[in-house]
């Protein structure tokens, strides 16, 4: 149960470093104003990164450029990172799942279904609370 816990709290610990990452990023897109149009070092032309927020209205093209290159040194591992997560969540959700009935997968399979038939504008395929499930005659 130890090694259960140290693995959830790891996994937690990384989806937060990766949801701060990912906020910094995107809110630091949304200010970027970017570099003037006749300034094109050559760094900047390869990884063209996004600031942390509030960084573009007071960092010099110097130090926008070492920015970006320390966020593309930062980048591979991050991406990696990303990998792993998905790797992980796969392999807890198969346990997971593993965990249930026959009965009770083919319920959630129903519901998973009828989630997607949702989000995409079809009407919901959930039965009525109280009804009996399909081929369930008792």
Same mark, same amino acid.
């Not at 996994?11 to 949304?30: K, M």
């Not at 040194?73 to 998905?86: C, G, K, M, S, Y």
């Not at 997968?105 to 504008?121: C, I, P, Y």
């Given at each position: 149960?130890?090694?259960?816990?140290?693995?959830?709290?790891?996994?937690?610990?990384?989806?937060?470093?990766?949801?701060?990452?990912?906020?910094?990023?995107?809110?630091?897109?949304?200010?970027?104003? /970017?570099?003037?149009?006749?300034?094109?070092?050559?760094?900047?032309?390869?990884?063209?990164?996004?600031?942390?927020?509030?960084?573009?209205?007071?960092?010099?093209?110097?130090?926008?450029?070492?920015?970006?290159?320390?966020?593309?040194?930062?980048?591979?591992?991050?991406?990696?990172?990303?990998?792993?997560?998905?790797?992980?969540?796969?392999?807890?959700?198969?346990?997971?799942?593993?965990?249930?009935?026959?009965?009770?997968?083919?319920?959630?399979?129903?519901?998973?279904?009828?989630?997607?038939?949702?989000?995409?504008?079809?009407?919901?395929?959930?039965?009525?609370? /109280?009804?009996?499930?399909?081929?369930?005659?008792?």
């Amino acid at each position: 149960m130890k090694s259960t816990t140290t693995l959830a709290r790891r996994l937690g610990w990384l989806a937060l470093l990766l949801s701060l990452t990912l906020g910094i990023a995107s809110v630091g897109a949304a200010q970027d104003a /970017g570099p003037a149009a006749d300034e094109k070092p050559a760094a900047a032309t390869k990884f063209r990164g996004r600031l942390p927020a509030y960084f573009s209205r007071i960092v010099s093209q110097e130090q926008r450029q070492k920015i970006y290159e320390i966020q593309a040194r930062f980048n591979e591992q991050v991406e990696a990172l990303r990998e792993q997560i998905v790797d992980l969540e796969s392999t807890r959700d198969k346990e997971v799942r593993e965990v249930l009935t026959p009965e009770q997968k083919k319920q959630v399979d129903e519901l998973l279904a009828a989630a997607k038939a949702k989000r995409a504008g079809r009407a919901p395929a959930t039965p009525e609370p /109280g009804a009996t499930p399909a081929g369930d005659d008792s």
